[in-house]
């Protein structure tokens, strides 16, 4: 390639400089590597001849790196290692593994399952770069809908798509112990509701529903809030700004603190969602991503039982 010189050290070379190092000695290098310890030598002093340089200085009755050959060894192995890796890379792009995958994942969505099967699938595929879409409510449907991503988690599956059932999440009606609500030291009703500040996180789709009840969770309340993340959600009600319904997976903190506590509400004080996997074509789903969707199952399965709404907050298996 115009403007590239070639390199003047093989990767073999540097093997056989990294395995002198490693083993202590030539003979060990060539035992380790297959070799005859003259084609080990050789490979160091041509090394040494191109490069104007010294590996090794002796000392006493051994030879030992000199600060040259210590920084020419840790690029070496990074050398070695990146060499390998491509190799890698190329055996999975080769048997069809997607180099990109595109996920909208709806935010109520748990951490401790995502981010725990992205790691195992990076382990499988190190080489496949993950893009994703932490969406609320019309987002994710919007992703899929445009063509923006390939797989999604969503609590509503779009016209025109199949998904199935991955994992369900209770959510709770709640505010600070000291708010308003709580001081009525009664059931309450949506009027009781309607009378104080809702906290609500925007919906992230372009072309956004800003009707009050768009989000099942939204009440027609006389005082709203709406932000764009559900951490400011929850901070600002933790401080006593107002109610809100959280997904009980992204609260325990807050509610074993006591920085947050459940609303008594006369009727609906639990509800359970249910959150789909959804292909935006499984017909043309590569083996990464049937792969991403596999994990993402045995995942939500193994670490996030199905809730029973009939168990009180906070004794849910699991949490």
Not at 24 to 35: C, D, F, M, N, S
Not at 270 to 287: K, M
């Amino acid at each position: 390639m115009r403007g590239m010189s070639a390199p003047r050290i093989t990767l073999e070379q540097w093997r056989a400089l990294l395995q002198v190092v490693e083993s202590g000695g030539y003979a060990q290098a060539a035992e380790a590597l297959h070799k005859s310890q003259s084609a080990i030598t050789y490979a160091v002093q041509q090394i040494e001849a191109r490069l104007g340089i010294k590996a090794f200085e002796v000392q006493g009755r051994k030879a030992v790196l000199t600060a040259t050959g210590q920084l020419l060894v840790r690029r070496a192995k990074a050398l070695i290692d990146e060499a390998a890796s491509l190799e890698r890379a190329a055996g999975v792009l080769s048997a069809g593994w997607e180099a990109e995958l595109r996920l909208a994942v709806e935010i109520i969505f748990p951490n401790r399952v995502l981010l725990p099967a992205l790691a195992a699938f990076g382990e499988i595929s190190p080489h496949t770069r993950i893009e994703l879409i932490e969406s609320v409510i019309g987002g994710t449907s919007e992703a899929l809908l445009t063509g923006k991503v390939d797989l999604a988690i969503a609590p509503v599956i779009p016209p025109g798509f199949l998904g199935d059932p991955l994992m369900s999440l209770r959510f709770l009606p709640v505010a600070h112990p000291d708010h308003p609500l709580h001081r009525l030291g009664r059931t309450l009703t949506r009027e009781d509701l309607r009378a104080h500040r809702h906290l609500v996180v925007r919906d992230s789709a372009l072309s956004r529903d800003l009707r009050p009840g768009s989000n099942q969770y939204s009440l027609d309340a006389k005082q709203r809030w709406v932000v764009s993340h559900m951490s400011t959600s929850i901070q600002a009600a933790t401080m006593g700004h107002g109610f809100a319904w959280f997904p009980e997976e992204k609260i325990v903190d807050e509610l074993v603190a006591g920085r947050l506590k459940v609303l008594p509400l006369r009727e609906g004080t639990v509800r359970v969602l249910t959150l789909y996997l959804i292909f935006a074509d499984r017909d043309y789903a590569g083996p990464g991503l049937l792969k991403l969707a596999e994990i993402l199952r045995e995942t939500a399965t193994s670490t996030c039982p199905t809730p029973d709404p009939a168990l009180p907050p906070m004794v849910v298996p699991g949490l």
